[in-house]
């Protein structure tokens, strides 16, 4: 599978993006796909993930209740819905799938920008 990920931009405090995760050569819920996302001078963190085969999804603690993600496997696609936005959000959002839990997420899109203000 190869994926890209798009939809980033700068956006004020308390407002609202939605990413997109478009995948290329299979149907997204044969993965496990997650978003994590790169902040300058931080290390690369979690932010959600949905499961391939139950569509469970899970949260960083950071993002509960603010972030939103689902999935179109039709499209093959996958979204992070972002809303109440802060500017501790700034960050590189990438997406990245796996075929199992201990294969790891070997699969990366580019990164998408998301830049929040004050």
């Known amino acids: 599978v190869q994926l890209q990920a798009s939809g980033g931009g700068l956006v004020q405090s308390g407002g609202s993006l939605r990413l997109s995760c478009v995948a290329s050569?299979?149907?997204?819920?044969?993965?496990?796909i997650a978003w994590f996302r790169e902040a300058p001078g931080k290390k690369r963190e979690g932010v959600s993930c949905?499961?391939?085969?139950?569509?469970?999804?899970y949260y960083a603690d950071s993002v509960k209740g603010r972030f939103t993600i689902s999935r179109d496997t039709d499209k093959k696609m996958v979204y992070l819905q972002m809303n109440n936005l802060k500017p501790e959000d700034t960050a590189v959002y990438y997406c990245a799938a796996r075929r199992a839990f201990s294969a790891g997420f070997g699969t990366w899109g580019q990164g998408t920008l998301v830049t929040v203000s004050s």
């Open positions: 050569g299979s149907t997204v819920d044969n993965y496990d």
């Open positions: 949905v499961s391939r085969r139950s569509g469970r999804t």
